[in-house]
């Protein structure tokens, strides 16, 4: 079953657990309520939010991710279970002593699935996929010719126009892509969280001061799927990241895709994936088994 995204964020709220629900009360009545169990990632996008520790610790129990969100609706905390899986502390130290070429491999995975999954976006709108599908075949162990970065500078123009520019504090529809992409990477995290790994220990991602360089590497084929959304938006000239905005990138993680031939929604894919990662650093897979838009 698909874990359910819920956002916090019209209104001040409290939030409670009693009887295995997650309660959100106002001014002391509860106001909505939903089995703990069937919680996937919670946001909370409001100053004046407030939490019981009962609350947090059950989500935590369940897998579910909860995002702390600051005063531009960008996420400044994200909390993840530390005990997700039985066998964590093996699984910790396979994926701490993967060789580097495994991680090259890996990484090689990676972009080449990103790079194939940006051409077919091109290819949704009516642009020319090819030069940017012929650069996902060239991708090599490691990505040592950079050919993420050449195919960024063919995509972005042709899926946003020739005046974009991509930029974390940049204009509409940068705010949309930046929503989408931390849903997505709290999706990710959780997946990795689920199959036992740590996500600060990453493939090819290792800024210092990121806590979570794993689930940059392997949210990364994904990120069309948020990019087509925000498209969308912005060509209905939506510019403000309001609540039909935040739904309609929200949908993103339940996108069909398909995994060994099975059809579902991407947060379940993405369980898959964790899964068969770790079996690529336990030396029992030699590819890493991603999705097909």
């Known amino acids: 079953m698909i874990k359910r995204i819920i956002e916090v ?11 295995g629900q997650l309660l959100l009360k106002r001014e002391g009545e509860v106001i909505r309520q939903v089995p703990v169990e069937d919680v996937g990632i919670l946001i909370c996008d409001h100053p004046g939010i407030t939490y019981t520790h009962g609350a947090l610790n059950a989500l935590l129990a369940n897998n579910a991710a909860v995002v702390i969100c600051g005063p531009n609706h960008l996420p400044t905390g994200l909390l993840l279970p530390l005990e997700a899986n039985t066998l964590q502390g093996e699984r910790f130290r396979h994926q701490s002593e993967a060789a580097l070429p495994v991680k090259k ?13 940006q051409a077919w976006a091109l290819a949704q709108v009516g642009e020319n996929a090819e030069p940017v599908r012929e650069m996902a075949r060239r991708v090599r162990s490691g990505d040592g010719g950079n050919h ?11 899926l946003m126009g020739k005046a974009f520019r991509r930029s ?12 989408g992409y931390m849903v997505l990477r709290a999706a990710v995290a959780r997946s990795l969280c689920g199959a036992g790994l740590h996500p600060s220990f990453g493939v090819a991602h290792r800024n210092r001061y990121n806590a979570y360089p794993l689930a940059d590497d392997v949210m990364e084929p994904f990120r069309p799927l948020v990019d087509l959304a925000a498209r969308r938006l912005y060509l209905d000239g939506v510019e403000v990241l309001d609540r039909e905005a935040k739904a309609e990138l929200l949908g993103v993680l339940s996108t069909e895709v398909v995994l060994d031939g099975d ?15 770790y079996r690529v650093f336990a030396g029992e897979e030699k590819c890493l088994t991603l999705p097909a838009l």
């Open 148 to 158: 993420e970065a050449q195919a960024a500078r063919r995509y972005w123009p042709k």
């Open 263 to 277: 059809r579902g929604p991407l947060m379940v894919g993405l369980h898959r994936t964790a899964a068969s990662l």
């Open 105 to 117: 491999r890996l990484w090689q995975g990676l972009v080449k699935a990103k790079v194939s999954n």
């Open 168 to 179: 974390r504090e940049g204009a509409a529809p940068n705010n949309l892509l930046n929503y």
């Open 9 to 19: 964020s019209s209104e001040a709220a409290h939030l409670a657990v009693r009887d």
